[in-house]
């Protein structure tokens, strides 16, 4: 089974609009973290937003912010303003177990078009 | 320090011959993850490294694939025999042990094409 699914193989949105990017995630393990990445086209993975399975309010930072919904297994990225740098792929991805880090599963990202 | 480096950026190879990549992480992390990324899919992990010792290996490092990492500081990770379906942009990433809330940062890549 997957362990990320993100079922949006590409999403349009208009500068200054908001945007849902969805992702859902299987894990048996009660702890867990869920990281979003962008990659633009020139291929560098930038982090954008950090969620704990253990953290009890959902994570912000700056224009990101991640829809947590543990009981549905969705941790969702939300864009607010788009802006035209927005653009690119976007990759939601979990590390199984406790606070040492160890491998990201990824899923296989939604492209992100912000049109003016 | 200027993040995680990876070299060559792009790597054009004939079918059959062999590869190496290099990857310096950045100074104070002793973490160091390789993973594949095909076209229009996700990076797949394939090995990762604590200090030099070589922690986890997926199934798809086959033997032609061999990483390295001997003093605890930059990686490589060599191809043997690249086939066509090795072409692909082969990331590295670095991360102290303890979590934090940002975890793994990622180079540039290595694009192979191979023909």
Redesign the interface.
């Known amino acids: 089974a997957q362990k990320?699914t993100?079922t949006q193989p590409g999403m349009f949105v208009q500068e200054k609009e908001a945007v849902t990017l969805d992702c859902t995630y299987d894990t048996s393990d009660p702890s867990y973290?869920l990281?979003w990445?962008k990659q633009p086209s020139?291929?560098?993975?930038?982090?954008l937003i950090?969620q704990g399975s253990y953290d009890q309010q959902n994570a912000t930072e700056g224009r990101y912010s991640l829809n947590f919904q543990k009981a549905r297994k969705s941790a969702n990225l939300v864009i607010s303003a788009s802006q035209l740098g927005d653009s690119a792929m976007y990759?939601c991805?979990m590390?199984e177990g406790?606070?040492?880090?160890?491998?990201?599963?990824?899923?296989?990202?939604t492209q992100l078009t912000v049109w003016p | 320090d200027t993040g995680v480096s990876q070299d060559p950026r792009h790597k054009i190879t004939k079918r059959g011959q062999n590869v190496t990549f290099r990857c310096d992480p950045i100074s104070e992390h002793n973490r160091l993850y390789w993973y594949r990324q095909t076209l229009g899919q996700g990076p797949e992990f394939l090995t990762y490294f604590q200090n030099e010792a070589q922690l986890e290996k997926s199934r798809l490092l086959s033997d032609r694939f061999s990483a390295e990492r001997p003093k605890g500081s930059f990686s490589t990770l060599e191809i043997q025999r690249t086939e066509q379906g090795d072409s692909a942009m082969y990331l590295c990433a670095s991360s102290q042990t303890e979590a934090s809330n940002y975890g793994y940062t990622f180079g540039s890549g290595t694009r192979l094409t191979v023909v």
């Open positions: 990320i993100q973290g990281f990445y020139s291929g560098e993975m930038i982090f950090y990759f991805a590390r406790g606070s040492t880090l160890g491998r990201l599963y990824f899923g296989r990202g």
